[in-house]
């Protein structure tokens, strides 16, 4: 497996208004609460959760330390007799609802075949859409409650449950992981005002913002968390306002927690999976003559996702270095997308004839996207490695 694999290059924050970060350091510093004694350990017992339905959903109330409700949808077949399936843990914005991102929460896991907890904050907060709710600190333990009845009651594997938040939310999962991080197998955050820190230690960490964001400011701290502090993915989307990201990404964040044993990466993508992806800013590929890029993927043996027929990891390599050697021969102007179709086994760029998408990226990263940041047009470089395999990489010229 490829050693963890970082960016070196570093996006330009937006000038932020002084009094967007006095807010927003204001709401981290509200929702900070200590670490629970015995790090690790689960709080202690209160009243029974309560199980119930609402508007034909399933709801679990719990009353620690105070109450605290979530919705639960299960998966649409149930796990295998004597197997256990995955969890997410979806957490709103401030004014959000815990209903708003049910379905989005379904998108992520339902080609997962897995549960999803949306849990809402105990206060209420009046908005232009109804009611909406908000958290305090006390909400940690609430929220720890709830993870614990639905393991209880359902067949979830502990060892595979991840935290999603979005804005506030994103905040309140990385808090809740800290004062249990032995729950989670990870943490995934979208417009958090709050990074990773001390209290995310080791802990695998992806961070969704948006170019247009307010919090984007923090993108800096959160590659440098993903350098030094945590094993994290920082996924840069161009143009996203203060919003949810396309599910698509969230889907790649949460198979990069669970599924992904690669380093950290910091991966530049547009508004829409399915775009073209372009040079990371300030890379030097960005200040060189060139269009989109192609690539082939050679899966080996191992390698997530691999068929059962993939080549041992040297011959795969062997393969893609052949290729390599091939389209760099090739005389200037070359159309590859033939080669790369007839070549590729990725999925989810063969039928576009290897195109690198947002959706591409997101999934590979690592070191893909290392060599995105270095070609020019007509360039090609490979093999380089990620999790799934051995990869070429091809630059088209400019026009």
Known sequence: MAPAMRSTSRPRAPRVSRRW?????????ALRVPVASGRGTKDAPGPPPEWTEEDGRVVVKVAVPRPLKAYVITPTEAPAEGTKAELLVSLHGHGGTATGLLQY???????????????????????DRGEGHTWSAADTAGILACVDATIAKYPVDPKRVVLLGHSAGGTMSLETYRARPSAFAGVVTSAAPMTPGAGQKGARVAVMLGTKDGNFAGAPAAIAAAEKTIVGRVLLITDLPHELPRVAYAQECVAWVLDSKSGSDVLHVPLEEGGDVRPPPDS????AKGKGYRHVLVPYAGARGAPADALPPKEAKAKAAELAARWKKAPAGTDLGDDVAAASSDPLSKDTRGVVSGLVLARYGGGL???LGKLKGGDVTGPVESDAGWHVVARDRAD
Request: charged share 10%; proline share 8%.
């Open 21 to 29: 970060l006095l807010v927003a350091f204001a709401l981290v510093a």
């Open 105 to 127: 929460g379904a998108g992520i896991m339902g080609p997962r075949n897995g549960y999803v907890l949306a849990c809402e904050g105990s206060g209420t907060i009046p908005t």
């Open 284 to 287: 030097p590929a960005a200040k």
């Open 369 to 371: 996207a290392l060599a």
